[in-house]
């Protein structure tokens, strides 16, 4: 019997540790490390920010982060704030990370409220985004097939491409600003029907379990797309 609790006892301390059931209406029930004093300091920094703001969390694997992000989430939420919680890890079987992205905008912070007024721009920019990086592809392609040392002949053949990814690449810019100006629109009408003046905050939690491909896409599309006033991002 002392055998079998001193393997169970190993096994626990191979794993990662488990996450636990959230208390939605008292998330830090189980918060036997006290970390709800670290959100509640960070949360007072948060509430004070307006300009675009990136957080980002790091420790041991295993050490309590996720444990950390969704009770401070939850603890959020709780207090009438705009959260948005993304699992990078539950969706990089995605081909396009961004639509995962937007997908979960839809239903934390849309919620019905905007969703039909924005749904349409946001596709829109994902279209426009993941068409110019196909592109990019499609030219490295042509460079690894062509077979000849002939380097004006390979220019000649690539000035087509070219000119469609140039094409595409404004087109894109073009997108992705009016994306951005949605999501200001749209952050902005929240604030005011709420009469809240806290930042929109979206926690984007299990990036470092992804495979690394997803990870660097989701880090691009928050570079890109959510650097704007009245948003808070904090990854991890």
Known sequence: MADQ?????????????????????????DDKLQRKAVADRLTKILNTVTQ?????????????KTFFIKRWARQLKNDGANVVYFNAWETDFAHDPLMAFLATLEKDLFAG?????????????????????????VEQVTVALV?????????????PLQSERYDAFKSAQTEIGDFRSK?????????????????IIIFVDELDRCRPDYAIQVLEIIK???????YVLFWR
């Open 224 to 230: 890109h797309f959510f650097n704007i006033e009245n």
């Open 147 to 159: 077979k000849t040392d002939d380097v004006a002949a390979v220019m000649e053949a690539m000035k």
């Open 5 to 29: 609790d001193q393997q169970k006892s190993i096994e626990q301390k191979l794993v990662k540790n488990a996450d636990g059931r959230l208390n939605n209406k008292n998330p830090w029930a």
């Open 113 to 137: 409220r905007l969703e039909k007024e924005y749904r349409d721009d946001m596709r829109k920019a994902a279209k426009a985004l993941w068409q110019r990086i196909s592109l990019n592809i």
């Open 183 to 199: 999501l200001l629109q749209c952050g902005k009408t929240l604030r005011e029907a709420d009469e809240d003046d806290r930042p």
């Open 52 to 64: 675009p703001f990136v957080v980002g969390l790091d420790s041991q694997f295993g050490s309590g």
